[in-house]
């Protein structure tokens, strides 16, 4: 079964092939209206689950246009309102759900959820986020780094701030793809040590540097996130303000790596905390061709995931 559930238990060789998937597919569609199906249409009577128990905008739109682009049927369903929002197990959840569909993605907040929907499900998963990882985001941000600068691997990327779950699947993606990763933050922030330890197994130790001015220099690519997450109680939010503000991504700090440096977000920003408008819209940033890249590295997903 080809689940795909995380960067680091995906084979480097198949996230390769994804991503060669998702910049082919991509490229076909040039200039179709985003409603227009794909002259393939390899999810062709398939029904896929989109099932959150987060918000999202991004991971929710991406995904339905993707289906839907592939000839498929998508049915979005919020936590809240299924029977597992009331106590039914994640387990029978599966069970049925895969009586009903051929593919799950879900958003949800602990890992243990994925793994267990995975476990009993009879149809691929795929994780539209966890509180851990972020593996779908991390596929658009290597297709979108590649798509402005060439192969990714060998070049500095250096993460700003929280030791979150986008970060650990940017920790898993270094290891994989053979890139040399930097944490910039505050340790009461650094990331989990499995994250990195994958990394340092593959040959990609990540780098912990304190000094953000340090840290920037020399980057191919300058990356950041929100300072509060949202498995993060609102009431960390001063507490983290006071500890992030040191690691905001500002044109100052920009100025700092290479003259051709990328800067990424995987949005939703708060825009002047975790990186100033300036940077958000100024000359570095592909925010919004991340965005874009969402939808077509996830249409690879699917497909890797119903060898189709
Ligand atoms: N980047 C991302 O996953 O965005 P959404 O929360 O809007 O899905
Ligand atoms: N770290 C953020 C990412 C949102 C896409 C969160 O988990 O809220």
């Known amino acids: ?46 029904m896929v689950a989109l099932i959150f128990e987060k918000p999202s905008t991004r991971t929710r739109v991406s995904f339905d246009v ?38 799950i993605m879900i958003r949800t907040f602990e890992e243990a959820t994925l793994l267990e929907m995975a ?40 993460w700003c701030g929280d030791g979150n779950n986008v970060f650990a699947s940017f920790a898993h993606a270094a290891g994989q793809f053979g890139f040399d990763l930097s944490f910039t933050g505050p340790e009461t922030l650094d990331p989990e040590r499995t994250w990195l330890d994958f990394a340092a197994s593959k040959g990609h130790p990540v780098t912990i540097e304190r000094n953000p001015d340090r840290a920037v220099e020399g980057a191919d690519l300058v990356v950041t996130d929100t300072w509060v997450s949202m498995h993060d109680p609102e009431s960390a939010k001063e507490r983290r303000h ?42 570095h940033s592909v925010i919004f061709d991340e965005a874009e890249n969402r939808l077509h590295a996830q249409k690879a997903v699917m497909r890797w995931c119903l060898g189709r």
Do not use: W
Not at 31 to 39: E, F, I, L, S
Not at 249 to 278: G, I, Q, W, Y
């Open 1 to 46: 079964m080809n689940h795909f559930l995380d960067i680091h238990t995906t084979t480097a060789p198949d996230l390769r092939a994804i991503i060669d998937n998702a910049r082919a597919m991509k490229d076909a569609r040039k200039g179709r209206p985003r409603g227009m199906a794909d002259d393939d249409q390899p999810l062709s009577g398939h």
């Open 66 to 103: 993707g289906v839907r682009q592939m000839g498929g049927q998508t049915m979005v369903l919020s936590g809240k309102e299924m029977q597992l929002g009331h106590g039914e197990t994640i387990a029978d959840t599966a069970r049925v759900l895969s009586r009903y569909v051929d593919l």
């Open 119 to 158: 476990e009993h499900a009879t149809v691929p998963v795929i994780n539209g986020l966890t509180n851990r990882t972020h593996p779908c985001q991390i596929m658009a941000d290597i297709m979108t780094y590649e798509e402005h600068r060439g192969p990714i691997a060998g070049k500095k990327v250096v």
């Open 242 to 283: 006071n500890q992030l503000r040191a690691y905001q991504v500002n044109e100052a700090l920009m100025a700092r790596a290479k003259p051709d440096a990328l800067f990424m977000h995987c949005l939703p920003a708060h825009r002047n905390d975790e990186a100033t408008s300036a940077v958000m819209d100024g000359p």
